[in-house]
DNA sequence: CGCATGGTGGACCGAACGATCCATAATCAG
DNA sequence: CTGATTATGGATCGTTCGGTCCACCATGCG
């Protein structure tokens, strides 16, 4: 009989005789890459010990199944994107131009790679929210923490001026986030990089409005 | 050996002993109804003998492998969604009025079903488009006569006067359909249908001013 | 009315999948 | 140095997949 649960790491008080031999966030990138380029059906097992360098076992000793393995992979996209995307929005000199580089943010790649890619939770979503509750929850809670982050910002070009008073921040958070979310998808249609970054000038001029 | 092509419905010149005992539209609707609901990858053969009422070995003969049968349904889903919006942008009044329809069309529903269903042409670019060139193609052909048949109301609107003259007519189409697209992207997140509805409007607004 | 035609769908196949297992080897405590 | 411990990854399992096949029979013609 087994004694202890490998799928968890390290919960027991044994003493720890052999270290791990890979570097435990280097293969969640790995991973996420790969799910990234093809997707959570589109990737096997044979894939993700392919990106990793790390056998069956090891892998699901070390993160347990495909399904926990992914979630852990989406979480930690969007814990780097959140990360990004709240240094973006803090470090410019004005939040109006921030709010521009947020729009922009899907096109802001030479060669338009980012842009055929897509975002992980974009395609994550779209791929498994109606059938997978876990998805659907931190889709969901990115969806919010993103509204949050961009309406604090929104609400900071109204305190420079840059902004009217009158208008909603929340409201106007939601509508730059779609209209972001649309260039995202515009872009894995393989719209070419110019069209898709003359629309993203055309969204962010209609929606932020220098008056 | 086999002499006709049993893939290729009644290209030969023998009698026809035994007529279609199913309606074979009927098929098709039902199959696109299971992909867009499920998804390609998750939708088995057992799911589409099951929505269809056919056997597989008449599946196979009516319309050849799951890929092909996919893209069947897929077309017809682009093709009636075409014909509604073609006669959604004509049959208006006034241009303008056809256009903040357009935007409108993904919260036009009473519970907000179709919002979280979202759109199938949508749907099958994120989940195959990297790794499918036929669904890719449709994709770019959707979107570009979508683009194509946006564009010609913005025209009209603007020989109605409800748009001014200095803005490009394509630009602004794109621009409308990003819009839609990520309100379609934002309904699969779940986001209720109030909410989506506000955003919606908000978007129209700023996109389409009154001037 | 009987025969030839071909639509029908359940049985069946090889392949690939996710997941598990275990012999091996690497590591650290004593 | 020795033994206890556990990370490792190739072998293997049962399942499910997409796809093929063929015995059956409904059908329309002569």
Redesign the pocket.
């Known amino acids: 009989m087994r004694l202890v649960d ?1 799928t968890v790491k ?1 919960c ?1 008080a ?9 570097d435990e966030e280097q293969v969640i990138r790995a991973v996420r890459d790969q799910f990234w380029d093809a997707g959570y059906a589109a ?4 894939d993700l010990v392919r990106v990793s360098g ?5 892998l ?3 993160f347990g ?3 926990r393995l992914f979630l852990r992979a989406l979480r930690e996209y969007t814990d780097t994107s959140g990360g990004y995307l709240r240094e973006m929005l803090t470090s410019a000199p004005r939040a109006l131009d921030a709010l521009r580089a947020f729009v922009m943010a899907p096109v802001n790649d030479p060669g338009g790679a980012a842009a055929r890619r897509g975002c992980l939770m974009a395609n994550s979503t779209y791929e498994l929210a109606t059938s997978d509750p876990d998805v659907l929850a931190e889709a969901r809670r990115t969806y919010e923490a993103t509204t949050a982050l961009v309406a604090e910002s929104v609400g900071r070009a109204q305190d420079e001026g840059d902004l009217p008073r009158d208008v909603d921040p929340v409201g106007t958070a939601r509508a730059l986030l779609a209209a972001q979310q649309g260039l995202v998808f515009m872009g894995r249609t393989g719209l070419d990089i110019d069209t898709l970054t003359a629309t993203a000038g055309t969204l962010a001029a209609k929606l932020l409005p220098d008056a």
Chains 1, 2 share one sequence.
């Open positions: 490998r390290n027991y044994g003493q720890m005789a052999r270290p791990r031999q890979f990737t096997s097992l044979e790390l056998g069956k076992g090891s699901y000793g070390a199944d495909k399904h």
